[in-house]
């Protein structure tokens, strides 16, 4: 299991994400995201909808992300 901040992957607070790989971190982090009903969210929501309408920018972001996910020590 590994665990990063909300911030550190790219959103606005510190509530922890968990996974036990960079997918599963990665769909946590989203359903935090999705579920977050504040202002501070409004801005990664939106880069998320965004980055979705792109497959290579949406690819180059989980190729970054995983490379952080790996560098990451387990719990």
């Known amino acids: 299991m ?3 901040t909300c911030k550190q ?4 607070c510190d509530v922890t994400i968990h996974g036990e790989t960079a997918r599963e971190m990665s769909r946590n982090g989203a359903k935090h995201l999705m579920e ?3 202002d501070a969210h409004k801005a ?5 909808a965004e980055m979705q ?5 949406q690819d ?7 490379k ?3 560098e990451l020590p387990e719990d």
Not at 44 to 48: C, G, I, L, T
């Open 44 to 48: 990664a929501k939106e880069m998320m």
């Open 9 to 12: 992957m790219g959103g606005p």
């Open 53 to 57: 309408k792109d497959p290579t920018a």
């Open 60 to 66: 180059k972001w989980s190729e970054n992300f995983a």
């Open 36 to 38: 977050a009903n504040d």
């Open 68 to 70: 952080k996910f790996s």
């Open 2 to 4: 590994k665990t990063m």
